[in-house]
């Protein structure tokens, strides 16, 4: 196995300056690449001193497009994607790298509850995800969103045009590695607090974390979602009409009960529209990347 540690780092010249060390002295062969997104203070220069490799982007263009970048120049057959803030032990890549050799292609490092959690409010939007994630694969998923993971190279590449420049890039492809029928597997790992200042923002990312519960079901199964809402609306549609005619006596539809019915019936056809167009997605995934 030859694996390539991949950093995306955006402004965290503190947290380098822990991690790399203790990253050197238990992987002095292997290579190391710290993917700067545009940092205003002195990550590339931390990187340098340690004789980490570096690659920086001129402006800030979001984690997941640092993901890719890193993805792209990796020499390894294993990537193993880690922060650069200091929550992700470099002790523990070892057990993400014997849990891949056991046979899966994608190995996620996953944190065990609250405590884990940047915050409350994280938490608890993250477990929303897991749950929803969880049904939508018929698999217990511990944790979607880590961004700490060991993954086959080649078949990560086959999947970059789907991953977003912003933070959701672990479950996209989380959810784009289940869809394929790929094998995923979770370690339980314990992280600690970040150095430095959190990136994230409470109103980009709230709206933020609405999308991802709808990527969540077209990434892997749409018609799994809409199915359930078009039953729902034509259900309603179907009381509706009943109580309206209990009430006049006389038995007809009425707007709000053709409404809903035909609401029903058209969020199914969207759903099975959606369906077509995910299998059209992963039907050309190329394997052969080099």
């Known amino acids: 196995m030859n694996p390539s540690i991949i950093i995306p780092a955006k402004n965290e010249e503190r947290g380098l300056k822990g991690l790399l060390p203790s990253l050197l002295s238990l992987y002095p062969n292997t290579e190391i690449i710290v993917v700067d ?6 990550t590339a220069e931390v990187c340098r001193q ?31 994607f880690m922060d650069g803030d200091g929550q992700h032990g470099p ?6 790298l014997e849990k891949y050799e056991e046979g899966y292609e994608l190995v996620v490092g996953a944190r065990s509850g609250l405590a884990d959690q940047a915050s409350v409010a994280r938490w608890g ?30 078949k990560f590449l086959s999947f ?13 492809s ?9 094998s995923v597997g979770f370690v339980p790992i314990t992280t600690q607090p970040r150095v430095g200042k959190s990136h994230i923002n409470w109103l980009r990312d709230g709206v933020r974390f609405f999308l991802i519960i709808f990527k969540i079901g077209t990434l ?18 179907v009381v509706n009409y009943l109580m309206a005619s209990l009430a006049s ?40 990347h080099d």
């Open 249 to 288: 006596g006389s038995f007809r539809f009425t707007n709000m009960s053709t409404l809903l019915i035909l609401a029903g019936v058209i969020v199914f056809l969207m759903g099975l529209l959606a369906e077509q167009l995910t299998n059209l997605q992963y039907k050309d995934v190329d394997m052969e």
């Open 160 to 172: 970059l045009y789907l991953l977003p420049n912003g933070f959701s890039y672990p479950t996209t």
């Open 174 to 182: 989380t959810m784009a590695f289940f869809r394929a029928g790929f």
């Open 125 to 154: 939007a993250n477990s929303i995800y897991n749950r929803l994630a969880s049904w939508m694969v018929n698999r217990q998923i511990p944790d979607l969103t880590s961004g700490f993971r060991a993954v086959d190279r080649r």
């Open 220 to 237: 892997y199964s749409p018609l799994k979602v809409y199915f359930p809402v078009s039953v729902l609306l034509a259900a309603l549609g």
């Open 37 to 42: 997104d545009g940092s205003s203070d002195n």
């Open 91 to 96: 002790e523990d890549i070892a057990r993400l």
């Open 50 to 80: 340690e004789g980490v490799e570096v690659i920086s982007h001129p402006y800030s263009k979001g984690n997941g497009a640092a993901i890719k970048t890193g993805a792209r120049a990796a020499s390894g057959d294993v990537l193993v």
